[in-house]
């Protein structure tokens, strides 16, 4: 069985179909049709609910798309959707603000703008408009072009006041202690199950007892199959709960990121070590999919447009991959082999991700390119990890996504600026030779001359900000 709040409500649940979204368990099951459903992949946020978690002896809070949450990931934690806001009869202030900004006119996107708002009052001081923006990127209006609800966001944030949630907030963080999870729970309909270990070992065990499951971490990718392409999962294995796979540990030569770490928890660890990692995490989908994402999985479901793999690849990383008490280190560009085929074995999964750190001769960069700034997919991404001394390169690591059917180093482009003096002429020819690395496909987000006159005027654009720091824009590119 599965514990959490709704809430302050407790409900547990035993033979729960674990295929069931968290929108659908709402809608379906509990008749709160506050919560809708816009595009069910995760792209517009009408869904939004906000999840409670134990954070010591506070609750911290983060929006999700609950279209992509299955309800097993509840488990241990506290569910609060838009219906729970209004207390006594009264507007929660950021209902109040929306109302009193006109910040909604056909109101269907309204509840998930409303939760972002909540999550937003509650992990802020005060009003940021950058932070502001950042937490609503996620949640698309086709009505109000976003100027009230971004008034609506600063009058929440401005006229902020406690609320029944932190009047609540100790007895909450009570109720939570009592229902964390303390051995491997299990959610089971019959003919579907879900499985909740909570050491790696555990998992690896069940995993070598279940070689067919799917794991299941964020889900905001294996979600889709369910609500996309209507198939059915039989057996998933949740690996949320491993807090060893959830770790952020830095040494003196690495960062040791857990498989199962939301990006949201990489953010300010390899923003620090590199910047642009930090800004392209910034437009990693949105918000409230990095909640929930991870780095793990945006590594594992191998998709040759993944935004992590080709800074991850730039940079050197490795992965750590385990079957039963046997561990093995992968470089992880020897982890893609062909479209959406990797060199993980049967019962075997990615535990943690291992990235060197910043030295400081090395001249890192990434871009992203799409047709939105925010919360879209790459058409190409780019990423440039260079050593350049008294005007010669002496190592050149270049990885690309979008450009083939696995996220790839340009080998032939390396090897034209390897040893050679950093000039505009290297420049072309190591240019001339991604015509050699890669054969582009065309598809609906670019031609294949698209991404390849892109891929190498990123590389010009990485010299010339090389050459000039000052005028750099890094991940910020965009078309």
């Known amino acids: ?53 134990l954070d010591g002896e506070r609750v911290r809070y983060r929006t999700l798309n609950s279209c992509l949450t299955f309800v097993s990931s ?12 209004k207390h006594q009869g009264q507007l929660h202030s950021v209902q109040q603000a929306m109302v009193d900004c006109h910040g909604s006119q056909c109101g269907f996107c309204t509840p998930g703008f409303v939760m972002s708002l909540f999550a937003l009052q509650k992990n802020s001081s005060g009003f940021d408009k950058a932070d502001t923006m950042e937490a609503l990127a996620g949640n698309l209006c086709r009505c109000t072009g976003y100027r009230p609800i971004i008034d609506a966001a600063e009058q929440a944030c401005c006229r902020k006041q406690p609320d029944q949630f932190d009047a609540a907030e100790a007895q909450t963080v009570a109720q939570l202690k009592a229902i964390a999870p303390q051995d491997t ?21 069940i995993y070598a007892a279940n070689p067919e499951a799917r794991l299941l971490a964020g889900g905001t990718d294996l979600a889709l199959e ?6 059915e999962l039989p057996v998933m294995i949740y690996v949320g709960h491993i807090e060893a796979m959830k770790r952020v540990d830095v040494t003196a030569e690495s960062i040791e990121i857990g498989a199962a770490t ?42 040759p447009i993944g935004d992590a793999p080709p800074l991850l690849i730039a940079l050197g990383a490795q992965i750590v991959l385990r079957k039963g008490s046997e561990s093995r280190t992968l470089p992880i560009e020897d982890y893609f082999l062909d479209y959406k085929v990797t060199a993980r074995q049967e019962a075997e999964f990615i535990e943690k991700i291992i990235v060197p750190r910043h030295q400081a001769s090395q001249a890192f ?28 390169v002496q190592s050149a690591r270049i990885a690309f996504g979008g450009m083939a059917a696995i ?73």
């Open 74 to 85: 509840l488990h241990g934690k506290q569910l609060i959707t838009v219906e729970d806001l």
């Open 185 to 205: 729970a299990e959610l089971n309909s019959g003919d579907k199950r879900c499985l909740l270990p909570l050491t790696v070992a555990d998992l690896a065990d």
């Open 365 to 392: 960069r990434a871009y992203k390119v799409s047709k939105r700034l925010d919360d879209d997919i790459s058409a190409v991404c780019a990423a440039f990890n260079l050593v350049v001394e008294d005007g010669v």
């Open 1 to 53: 069985m599965i514990q959490f709040l709704l809430n302050r409500e407790l409900r547990t649940e035993h033979a729960l179909d674990p295929n069931v979204t968290v929108l659908n368990y709402l809608r379906e099951h509990l008749g709160k049709s506050g919560t809708k459903e816009g595009c069910a992949s995760g792209d517009c946020g009408a869904c939004t609910v906000v999840v409670g978690e």
């Open 407 to 479: 996220p790839k180093r340009a080998a032939a482009c390396e090897a034209a600026l390897q040893g050679s003096a950093w000039y505009p002429g290297v420049i072309e020819r190591a240019c001339a030779a991604l015509a050699e690395d890669f054969t582009p496909l065309s598809d609906f987000r670019a031609s294949k001359e698209y991404r390849l006159l892109t891929a190498q005027n990123l590389l010009r654009k990485f010299f010339l900000e090389l050459q000039a720091p000052e005028v750099e824009t890094r991940v910020t590119a965009y078309v």
């Open 262 to 303: 939301a990006l949201s928890d990489c953010y300010e660890t390899l923003a620090q070590d590199y910047p642009d990692f930090g800004e392209l995490l910034h437009r990693f989908a949105s918000l409230q999919i990095r909640n929930q994402g991870t780095l793990g999985g945006n590594i594992g479901n191998a998709s």
């Open 226 to 231: 369910v609500t996309q392409f209507h198939r």
